[in-house]
């Protein structure tokens, strides 16, 4: 362990919100996503941080953290925005939705405020990221919609920096506050649950209507780096025919050039009786997205070298070869096909990034930031 010295001065952890009316009946109806939480006197929302005190929705997790972290911005996961640079990551508590298989749920499930034992505020997380040598600043871990006040008070503080801000969020967010938090996100991966309405009331505990709309949003009004992953479930979102209209939906609605990540899924929380995605099933969906026009299509969470390596669109050379999260061969010129000239979508600069697969820990406190 080594430390960094940098004073830590958080500001409160409670600041008022936006997003939210006064219904008839006396009640605070919360605006900021489709669940629609109907508040009374000291209530929380269903995403725990944002609650009614003093007759307003306030935001309770500001400029509180449940950790902090140096990835690969591969891990968030991003192919095609910033390729081998590390990113400083972190969250707070809580969650929008009731996922039972959240493989964050010690985090996104939290109801103790002790989970965010961590305080920085956004020019404190600046300075870490100047000093970490970070080219972006992830808003991830759970999901950042819930805590847009803060997301949105750091990355105006990155933008002047000169470092970019990155959201890992599931997209269930209203029009209103969704236009507000995508104007300061300059990559975002979305994780789509599924391509059906009854596995989203069922096992999310949400709507995919909302969570279309979101991805429509980006591709059509926003200048927002966008990727997506699907976490393959055997049994539950897994079939040809599901993984089959989902991929032909992105093509038609968003393009072929939107990289998706199929993941693979491991028990957790309360599907620990599912079995793990076998390397076969996600090796499958890969095929099924590519033969309905996905340019870029990845297997995440298991070690499949072709499925992590970015080709050519048109002529399919090896662009990016990867291993896990380390770049092992950067062919790409001026963002190009070596072979064919093709352009290749996304976010490059002329060489990759040399961070690969580290993960570093950040513990951030009064003394200084101790490094992990």
């Not at 009374?40 to 306030?58: K, N, P, T």
């Not at 956004?122 to 819930?146: H, K, M, W």
């Not at 993941?263 to 620990?272: E, G, T, V």
């Not at 070690?303 to 048109?314: K, L, P, S, V």
Request: aromatic letters at 10%; glycine letters at 6%; one cysteine or more.
């Amino acid at each position: 362990m080594r430390t960094l010295f940098l004073m830590v001065r958080p500001p409160g952890s409670t600041v008022s919100t936006e997003y939210w009316s006064r219904l008839d009946d006396g009640r605070l109806l919360c605006e900021l996503c489709p669940r629609a939480c109907k508040l009374s006197a000291g209530q929380r929302g269903l995403c725990f941080v944002r609650a009614r005190e003093d007759d307003a929705i306030v935001l309770t997790s500001y400029a509180r953290s449940s950790g902090f972290a140096v990835d690969p911005i591969e891990k968030k996961p991003l192919h095609h925005f910033l390729p081998g640079t590390p990113v400083l990551s972190f969250g707070t508590a809580g969650c929008n939705l009731t996922c039972k298989f959240c493989q964050n749920w010690d985090i996104s499930k939290s109801r103790q405020m002790d989970t965010l034992a961590e305080a920085a505020g956004p020019e404190q997380i600046v300075q870490a990221a100047e000093r970490l040598g970070c080219r972006s600043v992830a808003f991830t871990y759970n999901d950042p919609v819930i805590f847009l006040e803060y997301a949105r008070d750091v990355a105006a503080a990155c933008k002047d920096a000169g470092i970019r801000s990155v959201a890992v969020t599931a997209g269930y967010i209203n029009p209103r506050p969704r236009s507000e938090f995508f104007s300061f996100i300059d990559a975002a991966n979305i994780d789509l649950k599924a391509f059906d309405e009854a596995f989203y009331r069922r096992i999310a505990g949400g709507q995919l209507a909302p969570v279309l709309d979101t991805l429509r949003y980006l591709r059509n009004e926003t200048d927002v780096w966008f990727e997506i992953t699907n976490l393959v479930i055997p049994d539950h979102n897994d079939s040809d025919d599901e993984l089959r209209r989902m991929s032909a939906w992105i093509v038609d609605e968003l393009g072929p050039d939107v990289p998706l990540h199929f993941s693979a899924f491991h028990p957790n929380y309360k599907m620990l009786n599912v079995s793990p995605t076998s390397r076969a099933t996600l090796r499958r969906a890969r095929q099924i997205a590519t033969e309905e026009g996905i340019h870029h299509v990845y297997t995440g969470n298991i070690h499949d070298r072709e499925g992590d390596t970015t080709c050519c669109a048109a002529c399919g050379t090896s662009l990016i070869v990867r291993d896990w999260y380390e770049i092992l061969e950067w062919n790409l010129r001026d963002g190009r096909c070596p072979t064919c000239g093709t352009p290749c979508a996304g976010v490059f600069e002329p060489s990759s990034g040399e961070w690969g697969a580290r993960r570093l820990a950040v513990k951030m406190g009064a003394d200084g930031i101790a490094l992990y």
